[in-house]
């Protein structure tokens, strides 16, 4: 616990440093992307008015004076307004949020509840057909296009079988400013789709990189030496070769969560579904750089987030990490 403490200080300083280079080039975007008067205005507007507006929004401080109230800014949630809606970034992402959220969890549970036992089974009976399906289903899911994959599913689940819908999110329930489908059989019918198709591409890569560890924890000496002494093959995989298979696992699995966030731009442009990502494609379509700006930055936060959760979750899984940690000076931090 004393060697965790600088660790943990050393992770959040490094997460500081990527989150203000992620906000140097999101206020990049206001300085080179198109003049911000002429989105919010158009060209007829009177000079006048224009200078005054310029001199109202603070665009003719210098430069650093700019990044400095950008980052204050960005520290309280606040973007400026939407060119496109004439909202607040922030309202829309408060609208937006938890439609994204939700699909991303729910595409993580999939991910996580299938890929893992998927790939320890495959590990173990790797002789078996039952293995070796799972080893071509996987190739074929990690090898398809997202956006290949949902048209497909739209095409047998909504278009051919009329079981589920193919656009939308359903009905949700209000619940203060949080929206959730979680509640309705509607809402629910509208996530499998989306969520099957963010999930896949995760879950094959979850399940060929568990079934790469967890063959390769097999083969060492002190799995040999445990069924030498005669110990059941249950207490050998599931106690000792699974809990070592997870510590480089995790890693990849918290990436690969904090993708879903990113990723599911694709997803939920071809399911229309009312998130971050269809916002952040509207967005650039329409040159709408606080949004732009205000998207890479909460993507960047979630992945340092992510990043920094993943790092405490080594420890907890593995405690000899703890040995590489520096006594504060520094040396050896990984």
Do not use: C
Not at 129 to 156: E, N
Not at 172 to 198: E, H, I, N, Q
Not at 287 to 316: K, Q, R, T
């Amino acid at each position: 616990m004393t060697r965790l403490l600088p660790f943990m200080l050393y992770r959040l300083g490094q997460g500081v440093l990527v989150m203000l280079v992620v906000a140097f080039i999101s206020f990049s975007l206001f300085t080179h992307v198109g003049d911000p008067i002429n989105n919010m205005l158009g060209e007829e507007v009177d000079e006048t008015y224009r200078e005054q507006l310029r001199e109202d929004l603070g665009l003719n401080d210098p430069v650093p004076v700019r990044f400095i109230r950008f980052v204050g800014n960005a520290v309280q949630g606040e973007f400026g307004v939407s060119y496109r809606n004439s909202i607040p970034v922030a309202q829309l992402f408060g609208e937006r949020l938890p439609a994204t959220l939700e699909l991303v969890f729910a595409a993580a549970v999939i991910a996580l509840a299938l890929g893992i036992p998927a790939g320890v089974y495959a590990a173990i009976h790797r002789s078996r057909p039952s293995a070796q399906v799972i080893q071509i289903l996987s190739l074929i899911g990690i090898s398809l296009p997202t956006f290949v994959t949902g048209i497909l599913l739209i095409y047998v689940f909504s278009i051919s079988l009329d079981l589920l819908p193919s656009f939308g999110r359903g009905e949700v329930v209000d619940l203060g400013w949080w929206s959730t489908g979680f509640l309705t059989a509607s809402g629910l019918k509208a996530l499998v789709l989306p969520a099957v198709t963010l999930a896949l591409f995760q879950l094959t890569l979850i399940m060929r990189l568990v079934r790469s560890e967890m063959l390769e924890v097999l083969r060492t000496d002190y799995i040999r030496f445990a069924r030498a002494r005669g110990l059941p093959d249950r207490l050998i995989h599931f106690r000792h070769a699974v809990r070592n298979t997870l510590v480089p696992v995790i890693t990849i699995t918290g990436l690969q969560i904090g993708s879903l966030v990113a990723f599911a731009i694709i997803t939920e442009t071809v399911f229309q579904w009312p998130g971050m990502g269809l916002l952040f494609i509207q967005a650039v379509q329409f040159v709408d750089i606080p949004v732009m700006s205000a998207y890479l930055v909460l993507i960047a936060f979630f992945f340092v987030v992510i990043n920094f959760i993943v790092d405490i979750l080594y420890h907890a899984v593995d405690p000899r990490l703890s040995g590489t940690l520096s006594d504060g000076s520094g040396k050896g931090m990984p």
